[in-house]
């Protein structure tokens, strides 16, 4: 049987301070339709602007992971994100009414509880599953952070974590299954070394922080002279370390508290993915920026995915969007070096252009002349120019624009090109345009077969002239 999507049944909310900054902060969940995903929304300002759950919008990672769209921000919403996503809540609304998510005992447990009081409920659509069917990897030799997902059959979650303390040790967290998380992740809450206090205290890091939604690891051998300046500097009584190497005024709900604590930040950081996946983590030393890089991974994987369920159809008796002399307008290449015919296809996320080969071509003469082969390099041009097409397509006056590519990765050539192909150029925006600065992913098809496909890095230059 297939599995519905889900929301709630009714609006709920929490209040509480926001770990950073230390105001209230009051969150509601609101009930959303299917294909929604999760979005916030910052109620407390004009117009009540929304911000998408996804990881393009990923703009700080430092001590929790934060969200921009369109200038507006929101912080620290991973452990609202790991409460929905660990419950099998594919959209909500979610209305804060402040920059960041209150911290709520640092876990995912009293959103979690919020949820299950406002009641999940089923939605009349099928739940949209991104099935991973090769590995993905993501390594930060900096951080140390290795993320790898494999195939299978249902999502899973392993973590290793070790930050050389003798406290924590080498830690392990297993998540078989997420029907798991609510009985043995949401509950486990952040961790944080005692030396970092006085310097994250003195930043005004951690204005609502509290030593008691935190476990405080010693690390080294603390006098208690210094453990109680610290208690007065967060305005709290006196405490006194315990045998397991932490602050006494709390007790560990399992011994790999910490290593949980981990996997529930991963676990909301690939909500980020905006799907629910079908694949085995391993995660060695996860961290927000790991985590969120390696969603954005996922998330392209999944257009790749997409991309390729979606061969585009060339028929040549329906006009096209743009001819080639509308071609000309926009690009500033001429011949020999205008390599786009048409665009028989051109929206907001992406376009389709053709190139028609022929024997007269220049390069052919030289490439090679007993067996005529359409050089690699031309492709990759021919593929630019249209992907120029797509980014000058964004701004009012693409004749006072170019674009010059800065990077291309990963190319990879299907079989070769020749003289009486026609050449289908497909591109799609791999993330919204930042400073002028985009991404495209590309593939290249004669007929229904995959010939070139590759991603893209260009930048849009306002000419001087």
């Known amino acids: 049987m297939s599995e519905k999507q889900k929301t709630i049944t009714s609006e709920i909310s929490l209040t509480g301070k926001g770990l950073h900054t230390g105001i209230d902060v009051t969150l509601t969940f609101k009930p959303a339709s299917a294909g929604h995903g999760y979005v916030f929304c910052r109620s ?28 507006v921000k929101v912080a620290t ?49 099928e739940k949209d599953y991104f099935i991973v069917t090769e590995k993905i990897t993501f390594s930060d030799e900096e951080r140390g952070a290795d993320l790898i997902v494999y195939p299978d059959d249902h999502l899973s979650i392993n973590v290793l974590i070790d930050y050389n303390s003798r406290v924590l040790g080498n830690q392990y967290a297993i998540l078989n299954h997420p029907e798991e998380f609510e009985r043995e992740i949401a509950n486990c809450r952040t961790f944080v070394f005692f030396h970092e206090l006085e310097g994250l205290a003195r930043m005004n890091k951690i204005k609502g922080g509290d030593m008691d939604n935190a ?43 910490p290593a949980r604590h981990k996997l529930l930040d991963l676990m909301g950081d690939i909500a980020l993915v905006g799907k629910p996946l079908k694949g085995k983590i391993v995660a060695t030393r996860p961290g927000h920026k790991a985590n969120t890089e390696f969603a954005r991974l996922i998330r392209q994987a999944i257009k790749k995915a997409n991309a390729k369920k979606d061969i585009p159809v060339y028929d040549p008796t329906i006009p096209p969007v743009m001819d080639v002399l509308e071609i000309r307008r926009r690009l500033p290449h001429r011949y020999p070096f205008l390599l786009v015919d048409k665009i028989i296809k051109l929206d907001e996320e992406g376009i389709v252009g053709i190139k028609n080969l022929t ?46 590519f800065l990077k291309i990765e990963r190319v990879k050539f299907k079989s070769k090109v ?26 290249a098809y004669v007929g229904n077969k995959l010939v070139m496909e590759g991603e893209m890095m260009a930048q849009i230059v306002k000419n001087k002239s």
């Not at 082969?373 to 041009?381: A, H, L, N, R, S």
């Open 359 to 404: 024997y007269n071509e220049q390069f052919f003469q030289g490439h090679f002349p007993e067996e005529p082969v359409m050089p690699g390099v031309m492709q990759i041009e021919a593929m630019a120019q249209v992907g120029g097409v797509l980014v000058l397509s964004t701004v009012p006056d693409p004749e006072n624009y170019s674009t010059y």
């Open 44 to 71: 407390d300002l004009p117009d009540k602007p929304l911000i998408h759950a996804v990881a393009e919008n990923v703009v700080e990672t430092t001590r929790g992971t934060t969200l921009e769209e369109n200038g």
């Open 418 to 443: 020749v003289p009486g192909d026609t050449l289908i150029f497909k591109l799609v925006f791999s993330e919204p345009m930042r400073r002028g600065i985009v991404t495209m992913y590309g593939r």
């Open 215 to 257: 476990i405080v690891i010693l690390d080294r051998k603390v006098e208690q002279a210094e453990i109680d300046r610290i208690a007065d500097l967060f305005h709290k009584p006196h405490i006194k370390a315990n045998s397991e190497g932490v602050l006494n005024n709390i007790d560990l709900h399992y011994p790999n508290e």
């Open 77 to 125: 919403i991973e452990h609202v994100l790991a409460a929905l996503n660990g419950l099998g809540i594919d959209n909500a609304l979610i209305e804060i009414k402040g920059p960041e998510a209150p911290i709520m005992g640092g876990s995912s447990l009293k959103f979690v509880e919020a949820l299950r009081k406002a009641g999940i409920k089923e939605l009349d659509a």
